[in-house]
């Protein structure tokens, strides 16, 4: 059972579409990860984000973090294929991360 | 920097084998050590942490005789499967912390383990 739930499953885009990948759950987190992953490589980190409410932007991604510290959203503006991947959220507690159940994006050009 | 290596990056073999993975913090010491497991077109299932000088703790449902953690140096933590049978074969990820609290993970690229 995972702690973090991620929505949708899969996503099919064309290029130039926006996007938004939801990360839910009922536990709270010191912090929350999220993370890019390529077919036979390793997650990459792409933002972490620490306070409820804040909000980070990086290039065309926006990320928020839940006001209770329970959930986060990653907002994409005009995807491109090469933003095509396996995205992760990860909730921080202690030492640990507890990876969410990751959205498939497809960005078709 | 923070870069964490992980060896072999891929491997097949026999049913009943045992198969050792390698996980090497570069640059950096690395205090804690997480292992995952992850199936095709799933996402990251923690195994076990592991602390330099200590015995890993495994996540429920791992079993720790057949996935052997050793983390004897700061720098290095091996991942041994025994007698590994296709029900194994999964992609085996590291990541290493250099603290013991509330420190971001440094992930390796993964091993793929193909049990034939």
């Known amino acids: 059972t995972q702690l973090l739930e991620q929505s949708p499953q899969f996503l099919s885009i064309q290029e130039g579409e926006n996007l938004t990948v939801y990360c839910n759950s009922s536990?709270?987190?010191?912090?929350l990860q999220w993370y890019r992953q390529e077919p036979g490589e390793g997650p990459v980190l792409l933002v972490t984000v620490v306070t409820g409410g804040e909000v980070k932007k990086l290039k065309r991604l926006t990320f928020q973090f839940g006001d209770a510290r329970k959930d986060s959203s990653l907002h994409i503006t005009a995807a491109q294929p090469g933003d095509t991947g396996l995205y992760l959220c990860?909730?921080?507690?202690?030492?640990?991360?507890?990876f969410g159940t990751g959205t498939r994006l497809t960005v078709i050009p | 920097g923070a870069v964490v290596s992980q060896h072999p990056s891929w491997v097949i073999c026999k049913s009943g084998t045992s198969v050792k993975i390698e996980c090497r913090s570069l640059?950096?010491?690395?205090?804690?050590m997480f292992w995952y497991r992850q199936f095709p077109k799933q996402s990251l299932m923690l195994m076990a942490t592991s602390n330099e000088g200590s015995k890993a703790t495994y996540e429920q449902g791992v079993e720790k005789d057949k996935f052997l953690i050793n983390h004897a140096s700061l720098t290095l933590s091996t991942l041994t499967v025994t007698s590994a049978h296709p029900e194994d074969s999964s992609f085996y990820i590291c990541?290493?912390?250099?603290?013991?609290?509330?420190?971001?993970?440094?992930f390796g690229d993964g091993t793929r383990l193909s049990i034939l």
């Open positions: 536990s709270v987190f010191s912090s």
């Open positions: 640059d950096f010491q690395a205090t804690t």
């Open positions: 990541s290493a912390t250099p603290f013991r609290v509330n420190q971001p993970q440094h």
């Open positions: 990860a909730g921080a507690r202690a030492n640990n991360l507890f």
